[in-house]
């Protein structure tokens, strides 16, 4: 029976066993299956993949070539900068040479600037001095001049004055001398008046007498004679009407003559014999008027 019992137990221990084998074997047919499944799946996409496949493998040819086609490009563009490059440098090398070489020479420029600077300073410093020299001479001599400069002021100031008198006195003596120019002009209208009043009742009484033809052409020159001469020379007027008059009777040119002589005399006194060279000039005209109208008569 323990046999039994215990074959029994085996048996159970078998089909425990079995069927926990089963239950694996069933769960690994489920995975097989569900891979079956996917795999299927897999299958079902695999020319699409297959075609995406070959597309990125032209994808990747093309981008080898264009890499490639780059790759020489990028080489020459390389090369082509190394040269612009290497050119650069050596335009550069000649052009930090001649800077440098520049920068030597103004160095040299700057020191002589420097010295000329200095000697310049120098110059600056004595033309100074000599010029503060100079403003203290001019200032003296300025003030010289100044000085010199007012007294030939008030020296001219007094000269002025003096010539400001002057030429007011000479002002009052030349108004004198008009005032007895024009007397004497008045009065040399008044005497050639009378005497061609003179000469006009003369020859009248000369045609009277004689009739014969220069007697009638006398009167004729006479007037002519008066018409041609002037009254702006006072000197002459006087000597004229001395020597017409000498053709009237002795009594009347030696009147004319010495009333003459008297006006002249009196005209050279200046404005204080004025007054009586009015009346003198009144007598002579006076005079003149009365003999004029007893040869008349």
């Known amino acids: 029976m323990q046999e039994q019992a215990a074959a029994v137990r085996d048996l159970e221990r078998q089909l425990q066993m079995s069927s926990t084998e089963a239950k694996l074997y ?3 047919i489920e995975s097989l299956q569900s891979d079956i499944q996917r795999l299927e799946a897999q299958l079902a996409d695999l020319p699409r993949v297959m075609n995406e496949l070959e597309s990125a493998r032209s994808t990747i040819r093309l981008l080898k070539k264009k890499s490639r086609s780059d790759a020489e490009q990028a080489a020459e563009r390389t090369a082509s900068l190394r040269q612009r490059i290497s050119q650069l440098q050596r335009q550069n090398n000649e052009e930090t040479e001649g800077k440098l070489k520049r920068l030597a ?3 040299d420029e700057a020191a002589q600037l420097k010295l000329v600077n200095s000697s310049l300073t120098e110059q600056n410093s004595d033309l100074t001095r000599k010029l503060e020299s100079a403003q203290t001479s001019a200032s003296s001599a300025r003030e010289a001049e100044e000085a010199d400069a007012s007294e ?5 100031k007094v000269a002025n004055e003096k010539l ?15 005032e007895e120019l024009v007397y004497l002009r008045w009065v040399n209208a008044c005497l050639r008046y009378e005497l061609k009043n003179y000469k006009r009742k003369a020859a009248a009484k000369d045609l009277n007498k004689s009739s014969s033809p220069e007697s009638e052409e006398k009167p004729k020159l006479l007037m002519l004679e008066y018409a041609d001469s002037g009254i702006d020379e006072k000197t002459s007027s006087f000597v004229d009407f001395d020597s017409e008059h000498s053709f009237s009777s002795q009594t009347s040119t030696e009147e004319s003559e010495d009333t003459a002589s008297e006006l002249i005399s009196s005209t050279r006194h200046g404005s204080s014999t004025k007054m009586k060279f009015i009346g003198k000039l009144k007598k002579l005209v006076l005079g003149k008027q009365t003999h004029s109208n007893r040869s008349f008569a």
């Open 26 to 28: 069933s769960l690994r």
């Open 105 to 107: 020479e103004l160095e």
């Open 152 to 156: 030939k002021a008030n020296f001219l």
């Open 164 to 178: 400001v008198k002057d030429i007011e006195q000479l002002k009052t003596e030349k108004s004198a001398d008009v």
